[in-house]
């Protein structure tokens, strides 16, 4: 029998399943490659600050995103250090990576955050989320625009760890923000990527970029800006 995609919650409102407890194979589940030489980029903050220390570096502190796969050191929301897995999160367009760094509060407040552009140097297959693909791994489309990251991360948890997607990089999905894809990768994919830009977004090369993307996404930036 195939498990339900949807659940009642503790406060009564109707919320997207978690992943099944029994083994499940996936026949229609769809991969993406990402071809070599496919340029990314990503938005991140570098020590002390927190986060990941450097461009191509994979957070091991976790959960704490949509799909991040660590393995939950107590009840949600509860995060730590799992040294063996790690993971990063990025786009091909530069818009997708501001409202997916910043969108949750829609509030831009720059401080140390940098903008990387990485090469991917050798193809790398990711698990498709887009359109429908999620129906064709036990879930709804909702799973990538749901807040529950409970569940969410549960979910990016169980394809991770899932027998049939072992060979696997991460995941391909549309940002809950626009709609573009972004990318989570795994550590799977670590020495993939070569940093062809390393720049806080603060900088001469990239605020300017900055002010017109989140102008056009609707986007209030805080702080002192360099003038």
Do not use: K, N
Request: glycine share 8%; aromatic share 10%.
């Amino acid at each position: 029998m195939t498990p339900a995609r949807r659940t009642v919650r503790p406060t009564g409102a109707l919320g997207l399943a978690g992943p099944p407890t029994l083994p499940t194979r996936y026949p229609r589940g769809v991969v993406r490659t990402v071809a070599a030489g496919t340029e990314l980029r990503r938005i991140y903050v570098p020590p002390p600050a927190g986060y990941t220390p450097s461009a191509t570096a994979f957070r091991t502190d976790g959960p704490r995103a949509r799909f991040d796969h660590h393995r939950r050191p107590g009840p949600f929301p509860q995060a730590a250090e799992d040294p063996s897995r790690g993971i990063f999160y990025a786009a091909e367009a530069f818009g997708c990576c501001v409202a997916e760094f910043w969108g949750d509060d829609w509030l831009i407040t720059p401080g140390p955050a940098r903008l990387a552009v990485l090469r991917a140097d050798r193809e790398l297959q990711l698990l498709s989320l887009m359109g429908s693909d999620a129906t064709a791994v036990g879930t709804l489309a909702a799973v990538t625009m749901d807040g529950d990251r409970h569940v969410t991360q549960d979910w990016g948890r169980h394809w991770y760890e899932h027998p049939q997607f072992q060979a696997l990089h991460g995941i391909r999905f549309p940002s809950s923000h626009t709609s573009q894809p972004a990318c989570a990768f795994w550590e799977r994919a670590a020495g993939a990527f070569t940093v062809l830009f390393d720049e806080p977004v603060l900088s001469p090369a990239v605020l300017p970029d900055l002010l017109v993307t989140a102008s056009a996404l609707g986007i209030t930036v805080l702080g002192t800006l360099p003038s």
